[in-house]
């Protein structure tokens, strides 16, 4: 029994030792490997560079969320009416610089003389300048006033002392003579003197206020335009002076006088007839209607001793024709009533640069039409072309009508388009050219419609 006991026992003994034996050798191996990955994780580390641990998604998605990064935004320039490209397509394209800063050296130069401008020399010209260079227009008259800019009141102080020599306007052999101010080209502000009643050599003594800033007088011209009051009728235009260049001329911090010709206005021809216009501008949607009215005492063109007249009107911006428009033909009369409106597209920014070229033709069936007269309507004007449309532009949204003699030919200060610098006057000669053109078109039209109809 105890031989069967030891035995036992010593089988027992020998299997734990196995079991430990076997636990030590698995050990030693596990301690093995977590070496030699230490080692070939120190390899790795010596041989390649740092590798971040956060993934790039993270990063970017950081930035993004960074409040002191701005992100830029997409800027539109404002929306042009369609009809209004149609207008600024016609014109040529403008390039506007940004004021640019500019650094002047000091040269040396044997004589200082050379090169340089001296305004004593210019000064006497830039004081005589006038609305117009035309030598055929008479002078009514002198203006005396003076000119002083004032720093304190930031305002050009205009006086006006009197008128001499002013031409006779009534049937008694005086006139009724008063002066508007105007300092263009904006006209939100003008100056009117008070009239004085029967007086050829008026004096006025008036001082004016113009709040301007200095540096914009150099964009600034002055305007005295003379009229003869009149109680029962529209008053006569006796003239203007115009004066430019304010900062050129002289120093206007010191009062300086002026004493200048008064320039004539055209005289008004009545053998062709007249033409009764209203205008009337709409600045927020920047439309301009021409509502042509009534004609009278036309010249009669045909053999009968009557017309048959119709109105053209165009649109000229810097010499080019932007549009134009006609109205309907008025059989055997000399003296139409249209009553019909004619309607521009123009932009606020352009109502100083557009001429309107006003024609009243004869239209014939047989022969070329012909021009019976015509007049012209806009801001570089002189006369009663020049005021209608000022007066339009202090009234706006009402219409404002006026009384139009024709000439026989447009004023020489328009830059007309090509065809119409060429000849303003429709000449007989260009339109029996024109006539025979459309002809010899209609005929090949109906050539080229009667081989079309034969093929077939």
Known sequence: MAAVLLAAVGYHCAATWRWLMGRSRRESQDSNCDSQSRQAAIRISHSLPDLQ????????????????????????????????????????HRLDLPSIQFSICSLERADSSIGLIKPELYKNELVRQSSTDSGELEFCGKLHFALKYDQEVEALVVKIFEARDLPIKDVLGSSDPYIKVFLLPDRKKKFQTKV?????????????LFSVPYEELRQRYLQ????????FS???LIGHVVLKGLLESADLTQEIEYTMNILAAPQEKKDLGELMLSLCY?????????????????KAMDINGSSDPYVKICLICQGKRIKKKKTTVKKNTLSPVYNEALVFDLPYEN??????????????MIG???????????????????????????????????????NKSLPTNIALPSNDQQNAGLSCLNMKRWWKSKARISQLQKDLTDSIQFTK
């Not at 005295?224 to 109680?231: A, G, I, Q």
Request: net charge positive; with cysteine.
């Open 234 to 236: 529209r008053h006569d």
């Open 53 to 92: 641990t956060e993934p790039l998604k993270q990063e970017y998605v950081q930035e993004h969320k960074d409040a002191g990064k701005k992100v830029l935004r997409q800027t539109t320039l404002p929306i042009v009416p369609t009809r209004h490209q149609t207008f600024q397509r016609q014109l040529s």
């Open 224 to 231: 005295f335009s003379v009229y003869d009051f009149d109680r």
């Open 368 to 406: 070329p039409n012909e021009l019976i007269g015509c007049t012209a309507i806009g801001s570089s004007l002189i006369g009663i072309g020049r005021d209608h449309w000022l007066e339009m532009l202090d009234n706006s949204r009402k219409p404002v009508a006026q009384w139009y003699p024709l």
């Open 196 to 208: 004085h009643r029967k007086n050829l050599n008026p004096v006025f003594n008036e001082t004016f």
């Open 282 to 298: 709409l600045p927020t949607a920047g439309r301009l209607t021409v509502t042509v009215i009534k004609g009278r005492n036309l």
């Open 351 to 364: 109502v100083y640069d557009v001429t309107l070229l006003v024609k009243v033709i004869d239209y014939d």
